[in-house]
């Protein structure tokens, strides 16, 4: 008798060990959401004669609202409920906040001019983005604050905050945070792969293998290994008023975080990328001759709800 209660503890301890685990977002119809992201990025150019260190601090903090759900996928009204930029380059330092009410800095009065102007994501319950619309009207009465800008100023600087606050750096951010979560269920320590495209002040192709860590009480700990390959088809592309584009590229990546087991919305991320390639700058009256020289791309990003 004492054989068989033992032999049927071990039985029921094993099949709790294997029972998998199915990961696959939950949320509620009108419930709210919320990301914080802290994004430090420190790009390095060593062009011919001078290395530059660009380092920029990016916080946003997100609200994103069920507004519908169609089977396996969420339509999303998100807002951009708090936005802060640190930059140092060349010596020099600049701060935008949009929780800067005292001071009369333009451009955080600008910045806090793009909060709490819904737009819309589209994802399915996987965590895939697969739409973002209407993300231009964030940046509608932005310029309010700086009347006395030229329209090609304008237009620069919102490119520019397109770059740090737009459709791209949506998708980006949100798949950094989430990854793709598994069709199938999973054992702990079982991998599973996924595929994106990572768009920040480059373009290249994301390949990153996950396997759920660790069971917690309340949360899953899921950990990824990425490699980062060129996404470029050779054509040079406007950035600042010049045209640029990058080869060569090649990175790898790692991701921890935990989602929790109810909704698996995550609670906390921490993400770790770093890239290299070569930047070739086209020939133009504003630098004859072209330019061609390595770059290095460090990232780190953390995320927490």
Same mark, same amino acid.
């Given at each position: ?5 033992t =032999?049927?503890?071990? &039985? ?7 029972? @998998?685990i199915? !990961?696959?977002l939950?949320? @509620? ?12 990025m ?6 011919? $004669? ?5 380092t920029?601090? /990016?916080?946003? @903090?997100?609200?994103?609202?069920v507004?519908?759900? #169609?089977d396996?996928v ?8 708090? =936005?802060?930029?640190?930059i %140092?380059? $060349?010596?020099k ?22 909060l ?11 965590g895939?983005?697969l ?7 964030? &940046?509608?009465?932005?310029?309010k604050a700086m009347?006395? /800008?030229t329209d ?5 600087f ?12 949506i998708?980006t951010?949100?798949?950094d ?12 320590g ?7 495209t !990572? ?13 759920v860590?660790e #069971?917690?009480a309340?949360a899953?700990?899921i950990?990824?290994e990425?490699?980062?390959?060129a996404n ?5 592309k ?7 584009r990058?080869d060569?590229?090649?990175?790898t990546?790692?991701? %921890? ?26 020939d ?6 072209? !330019?061609? &020289? ?6 780190d =990003?953390?995320?927490?709800?």
């Amino acid at each position: 008798m004492k054989k068989i209660f033992t =032999l049927s503890l071990l &039985f029921t301890s094993l099949c709790g060990f294997a029972q @998998k685990i199915t !990961l696959s977002l939950n949320l @509620k119809q009108d419930s709210t959401y919320y990301l914080t992201t802290n994004a430090n990025m420190t790009v390095i150019q060593d062009i011919p $004669g001078q290395r530059q260190v660009i380092t920029t601090l /990016l916080n946003a @903090k997100v609200s994103h609202k069920v507004i519908a759900i #169609r089977d396996s996928v969420y339509d999303m009204e998100v807002e951009y409920k708090k =936005l802060a930029m640190h930059i %140092e380059v $060349g010596g020099k330092t600049m701060g935008f906040s949009s929780d800067d009410t005292v001071s009369s800095n333009p451009v955080s009065k600008m910045i806090a001019a793009m909060l709490n102007k819904p737009f819309s994501i589209t994802i399915t319950k996987s965590g895939k983005v697969l739409e973002v619309k209407n993300i231009d009207h964030i &940046f509608d009465g932005m310029f309010k604050a700086m009347p006395q /800008l030229t329209d090609a100023q304008k237009a620069q600087f919102k490119d520019q905050m397109q770059q740090s606050f737009g459709e791209k750096t949506i998708r980006t951010n949100f798949q950094d945070a989430f990854t793709i979560l598994p069709s199938q269920s999973v054992n702990v320590g079982e991998p599973w792969q996924s595929s994106s495209t !990572l768009e920040t002040i480059l373009s290249c192709k994301t390949l990153t293998t996950y396997s759920v860590k660790e #069971r917690q009480a309340n949360a899953y700990v899921i950990h990824g290994e990425t490699v980062m390959t060129a996404n470029d088809n050779g054509e040079y592309k406007p950035f600042n008023g010049i045209m640029m584009r990058y080869d060569h590229i090649s990175g790898t990546g790692t991701t %921890e975080l935990k989602v929790d087991k109810a909704t698996c919305w995550v609670t906390e991320a921490t993400v770790i990328k770093n890239i290299k390639g070569i930047v070739s700058i086209q020939d133009s009256p504003t630098i004859p001759g072209g !330019l061609t &020289f390595p770059m290095s791309l460090a990232v780190d =990003l953390t995320v927490t709800n």
